[in-house]
């Protein structure tokens, strides 16, 4: 592992919100003394909220985003009765395992990208395939492809072109992997980090990412893109560079970005 990914692991909201939480339990159990020495000991939920108040206090200081200090303040409590109700129910121990196994794998590193899975609908497809050059073949690719919707209907409309797409969860890779082949598609599905691809090769990159992904992938795209190639964002804008184009999708109200360089 370099020190460039490692550095971005350690930077990862993800990591930190767990530090935080870590760090808020001795506040905590010192809140939980001094209640009882006051003649008021918490029950096991009050205890849960005084850790997770404590842990989105902690969160709000360090700057994470809103909806970390949500998260923060619901996880405790939610685990405590994610307990209650395990035993409740007489859930087996087994069904969570599966549980977290099946969330990895759809999820993998998102923790780390800040990249959940978005799917595109087909006014998306339209507007994308309408930018790919139309008088010769061409090189496309999607990063973070899900479940190849987008790459399998551009390999459709355009069976001259190379359509590639890549994904780094495991399962949303392998369902793509699976739906390219049941179809005959010559859709190519990738698997790992786009940031070790080099976009030089593409003729149009799309991407369906996040607001926290947006300054890295220009970065990446004002480094590596050709002229005459093309950038395409749904939903999420650039904001150290506006873009050349845009459209509104009518179905969702969401915009389509567009960068020429």
Same mark, same amino acid.
């Given at each position: ?12 909201? $993800? ?8 760090? $808020? =339990? ?5 809140? %939980?003394? /001094?209640? @009882? ?10 205890? $849960? ?13 360090? !700057? ?21 109700? @395990? ?15 099946? /969330?990895?794998?759809?999820?993998? #590193? ?33 990063? !973070? #492809?899900?479940?190849? !919707? ?5 390999? +459709? +409309? ?6 590639? !797409? ?12 699976? +739906?390219?082949?049941?179809?005959? #598609?010559?859709?190519?599905? /990738? ?7 080099? =976009?030089?090769? *593409?003729? /149009? ?27 395409? #964002? *749904? ?12 459209? %509104? ?13």
């Amino acid at each position: 592992m370099n020190a460039s990914r490692l550095r971005r692991i350690l930077a990862a909201p $993800a990591l930190r919100a767990l530090l935080l939480q870590m760090l $808020a =339990f001795p506040l905590t159990l010192a809140a %939980v003394w /001094l209640l @009882a020495r006051a003649g008021m000991a918490p029950q096991p939920l009050g205890v $849960a909220l005084l850790q997770g108040a404590g842990a989105a206090l902690l969160s709000w200081r360090a !700057g994470l985003a809103r909806w970390w200090l949500a998260i923060q303040f619901v996880f405790p409590s939610a685990l405590l009765l994610a307990q209650d109700g @395990a035993r409740g129910l007489a859930l087996p121990p087994a069904l969570f395992l599966v549980v977290f196994l099946l /969330l990895v794998l759809v999820y993998w #590193s998102t923790f780390r990208t800040q990249v959940p899975y978005y799917p595109s609908g087909r006014a998306v497809r339209d507007v994308v395939a309408g930018l790919l050059p139309q008088e010769r073949p061409a090189a496309a690719i999607d990063i !973070g #492809s899900g479940l190849g !919707g987008l790459v399998l209907d551009l390999a +459709r +409309r355009r069976p001259d072109c190379r359509i590639d !797409g890549i994904e780094l969860a495991p399962l949303p890779w392998l369902a793509s992997r699976l +739906r390219a082949r049941l179809e005959g #598609s010559r859709a190519r599905f /990738l698997r790992g980090d786009y940031d070790d691809l080099d =976009f030089g090769s *593409y003729d /149009l990159v799309f991407a369906y990412l996040s607001p926290a992904a947006m300054a890295a992938l220009w970065r990446k795209a004002s480094a590596e893109m050709q002229p005459g190639s093309v950038l395409v #964002s *749904y939903e999420f804008i650039i904001v150290d560079r506006a873009p050349d184009w845009h459209l %509104v999708i009518e179905s969702t109200h969401k915009n389509v970005y567009v960068w020429h360089f």
